[in-house]
């Protein structure tokens, strides 16, 4: 960030950081794009951080792009309130009887052959 860049790569930003030091960097980022108009993209498993800190959220599901749109769009479009519950409409529920990554994979293939 010494140089200022005009568009910042960031992968899960705030991944095992503490909920003071997570909003740190949240106010950080939220600085950066108003003050210098850096654009940022990110990754992130948060849905409050994608939340808080994006304009246009992409969720994405098996490698391919779900839905895109703002978060008040997406949670419109949901008929939720929350970004988690944008998530499981858009991507689905994982089966309650899935325990291991294995069986997860299983079950999302399953639903892909039956769409």
């Not at 960097?25 to 108009?37: F, I, M």
């Not at 599901?61 to 839905?67: E, G, L, Q, R, S």
């Not at 997406?74 to 291991?100: P, R």
Request: net charge negative.
């Amino acid at each position: 960030m010494l140089h200022k860049p005009p568009i910042l790569f960031l992968d899960e930003p705030t991944v095992g950081l503490d909920p003071i030091a997570r909003h740190l960097v949240w106010e950080k980022l939220q600085e950066l794009r108003t003050s210098l108009g850096t654009t940022i993209l990110l990754t992130t498993h948060d849905m409050e951080e994608a939340d808080e800190l994006c304009d246009q959220i992409a969720i994405m599901n098996a490698a391919k792009v779900a839905v895109i749109g703002s978060p008040q769009e997406l949670k419109h479009q949901a008929g939720v309130e929350s970004m988690d519950s944008v998530f499981i409409h858009f991507v689905g529920e994982i089966s309650e009887t899935a325990t291991t990554y294995h069986d997860i994979q299983e079950t999302r293939r399953a639903v892909q052959r039956l769409e």
